[in-house]
């Protein structure tokens, strides 16, 4: 009875808690890019792609709050002298938080191994095909600025089929996060999907302070890649867009994948651990008169030591083993640690 008692106390404060961060996380991400959604019927679509995403940093947070609240609840009730005359008690909470935890882990898994990285994949798709599309709505003869750095002009337009949109005397620049200016002329071109076909035109560009250009017959525009050109052009930024299966595969003939699935998988290892940690930890950092105080302290703290640990092992791509180490062993330690100077106390 004890055990479904502390249990469902855990998942209440858990549910509240994920809910309220998650949205908050989703609303503020959505609120920085309400410049690039251009009708109101897209903003449910956007939001929702956003929510695997930032579920991954509320699940962690919601997890160590989620305990603390118990813990702290007991604590001011004296509640907590049972752990230390009653071992039924005591075991009671620590399987119930066991158990909590695995339920944590086993939920954020699937989250960083498949829905985030394609949920950011589905927003930035998301996002281009709001630009493209917000192009076909424009009126001519006018220099628009459809979303940040980037302008749109052409002197006429029809759509020559369904989806599929020919532009005349065409003027399309850009400016990406790098500071780099691409800018295109054009007699012609044509838009479908997210590709932009450009007939006898020029293109300029200025990177780190000089200038390219070039004139063409015809050339082939990625919208995609071109809005989001420092992030297509690195192959770390491909690999967090991996799902589990790619990175399975490919992790023996790739050390850059081996670092990448285990740190996705260390990430999982901490949501098992982190709300054991906060349970033991409480026992010594708890101040009665600042109990949410300590308990949102307590969950930076270990959100930054699982960051610093996952960070610390991506850097020995050359030597796997103590990648190995920083991944699972030092959250093992830790958590032994702990354990130990809870056992000293109860």
């Known amino acids: 009875m004890l055990f479904f008692y502390f249990l469902s106390?855990?998942?209440?404060?858990?549910?509240?808690?994920?809910?309220?961060?998650?949205?908050?996380?989703?609303?503020?991400?959505?609120?920085?890019?309400?410049?690039?959604?251009?009708?109101?019927?897209?903003?449910?679509?956007?939001?929702?792609?956003?929510?695997?995403?930032?579920?991954?940093?509320?699940?962690?947070?919601?997890?160590?709050?989620?305990?603390?609240?118990?813990?702290?609840?007991?604590?001011r009730n004296d509640e907590l002298l049972f752990f230390y005359f009653f071992s039924k008690a005591r075991r009671a909470f620590v399987?119930?938080?066991?158990?909590?935890?695995?339920?944590?882990?086993?939920?954020?898994?699937?989250?960083?191994?498949?829905?985030?990285?394609?949920?950011?994949?589905?927003?930035?798709?998301?996002?281009?095909e709001a630009a493209r599309?917000?192009?076909?709505?424009?009126?001519?003869?006018?220099?628009?600025?459809?979303?940040?750095?980037?302008?749109?002009?052409?002197?006429?337009?029809?759509?020559?089929?369904?989806?599929?949109?020919?532009?005349?005397?065409?003027?399309?620049a850009l400016n990406n996060k790098n500071n780099e200016r691409y800018v295109f002329c054009a007699q012609s071109g044509i838009m479908c999907q997210h590709e932009l076909e450009l007939v006898n035109g020029s293109m300029h560009v200025q990177v780190t302070g000089r200038f390219y250009h070039a004139f063409f017959e015809k050339t082939l525009i990625n919208l995609?890649?071109?809005?989001?050109?420092?992030?297509?052009?690195?192959?770390?930024?491909?690999?967090?867009?991996?799902?589990?299966?790619?990175?399975?595969?490919?992790?023996?003939?790739?050390?850059?994948?081996?670092?990448?699935?285990?740190?996705?998988?260390?990430?999982?290892?901490?949501?098992?651990?982190?709300?054991?940690?906060?349970?033991?930890?409480?026992?010594?950092?708890?101040k009665k008169q600042y109990e949410m105080v300590s308990s949102l302290l307590l969950s930076g703290v270990l959100f930054l030591s699982m960051y610093c640990c996952t960070a610390l092992g991506g850097i020995f791509i050359a030597a796997p083993l103590l990648s190995l180490v920083c991944f699972y062993g030092i959250p093992s330690i830790i958590l032994l640690g702990c354990y130990s100077l809870y056992r000293s106390r109860i």
């Open 9 to 75: 106390r855990f998942l209440r404060f858990f549910f509240c808690f994920f809910g309220a961060f998650t949205f908050l996380f989703a609303a503020t991400n959505l609120f920085l890019r309400l410049s690039m959604v251009q009708s109101f019927a897209m903003i449910p679509l956007v939001f929702g792609t956003m929510v695997p995403l930032v579920a991954l940093y509320a699940l962690p947070f919601s997890a160590v709050l989620a305990v603390s609240m118990v813990f702290n609840a007991l604590a």
């Open 95 to 128: 399987l119930a938080t066991v158990f909590f935890s695995f339920l944590v882990a086993a939920c954020y898994l699937p989250l960083v191994l498949e829905w985030a990285p394609q949920s950011y994949i589905k927003g930035k798709e998301l996002v281009v």
């Open 133 to 172: 599309a917000h192009l076909h709505e424009l009126p001519i003869n006018i220099l628009h600025s459809p979303i940040p750095g980037v302008a749109f002009y052409c002197k006429n337009k029809q759509e020559i089929m369904p989806g599929r949109y020919q532009f005349e005397n065409l003027f399309f």
């Open 224 to 286: 995609g890649a071109l809005f989001y050109k420092e992030q297509a052009n690195s192959f770390d930024y491909h690999l967090k867009l991996w799902g589990y299966k790619r990175l399975y595969e490919e992790k023996d003939s790739n050390p850059h994948v081996f670092i990448e699935l285990h740190k996705r998988l260390s990430q999982g290892l901490w949501q098992f651990i982190m709300p054991l940690l906060a349970i033991f930890l409480l026992f010594f950092v708890r």
